[in-house]
T-cell receptor, first 119, second 113 residues
Framework: GAVVSQHPSWVICKSGTSVKIECRSLDFQATTMFWYRQFPKQSLMLMAT?????????EQGVEKDKFLINHASLTLSTLTVTSAHPEDSSFYIC???????????????FGPGTRLTVT | GQQLNQSPQSMFIQEGEDVSMNCTSS?????WLWYKQDPGEGPVLLIALYKAGELTSNGRLTAQFGITRKDSFLNISASIPSDVGIYFCAGPAGGTSYGKLTFGQGTILTVHP
């Protein structure tokens, strides 16, 4: 079946530095990918919608300049957390939409997530 | 915006017991989804419900779409240790796309052997 991967699976960075997280669709082309954030023991919160070849759409309250999203190809979207602070520590999960399955809930596949810890 | 309230927040049960959790919304959802998330992993779709009153099973899991379209429940029968994880209800945000999902707060399930 379709698989979505994320890299790295976990990362520790120092406060003030930037970190990039990759999301790849491995066996389908995803024109749309989504980025979620999940704090410990909390739900997934949608951060932004990433569209191939165009600017990402951010949810209300998500800082565009802090969470840079690039969707340069049909199989790769990246999330860069700039000037990271301890409060950015979280579990970041991407999902990718398989256009061949569009219109149903099984169109979306989630990645395994990236654990970010900012010290 | 739409919010999903899920209960209970956590459950501690013995292996073999049945489990029930539910999800309610302040607004109508046209689709209800139930996901399971294992530790350190992304969520995996368990069951999808498309119309009010629908009752759907997936192995030991059974879910129902409430008649009012504002609630849903998930039952797990004869629980086993691998059922451990976080269960989320979810629905399309704004009813427009399955990609943009609103999630409930999750139910943490612990199964004691």
């Amino acid at each position: 079946g379709a698989v979505v991967s994320q890299h790295p699976s976990w990362v520790i960075c120092k406060s003030g530095t930037s970190v990039k997280i990759e999301c790849r669709s491995l066996d389908f082309q995803a024109t749309t990918m989504f980025w979620y954030r999940q704090f410990p023991k909390q739900s997934l919160m949608l951060m932004a919608t990433s569209n191939e070849g165009s600017k990402a759409t951010y949810e209300q309250g998500v800082e565009k300049d802090k969470f840079l999203i690039n969707h340069a190809s049909l199989t790769l979207s990246t999330l860069t957390v700039t000037s990271a602070h301890p409060e950015d520590s979280s579990f970041y999960i991407c999902s990718a939409r398989d256009p061949l399955l569009a219109g149903g809930p099984r169109e979306q596949y989630f990645g395994p997530g990236t654990r970010l810890t900012v010290t | 915006g739409q919010q999903l309230n899920q209960s209970p927040q956590s459950m501690f049960i013995q292996e073999g017991e049945d489990v029930s959790m539910n999800c309610t919304s302040s607004s109508i959802f046209n689709t209800w989804l139930w996901y399971k998330q294992d530790p350190g992993e992304g969520p995996v779709l368990l069951i999808a419900l498309y119309k009010a009153g629908e009752l759907t099973s997936n192995g030991r899991l059974t879910a129902q779409f409430g008649i009012t379209r504002k609630d849903s429940f998930l039952n797990i029968s004869a629980s086993i240790p691998s059922d451990v994880g976080i269960y989320f209800c979810a629905g399309p945000a704004g009813g427009t796309s399955y990609g943009k999902l609103t999630f409930g707060q999750g139910t943490i399930l612990t199964v004691h052997p």
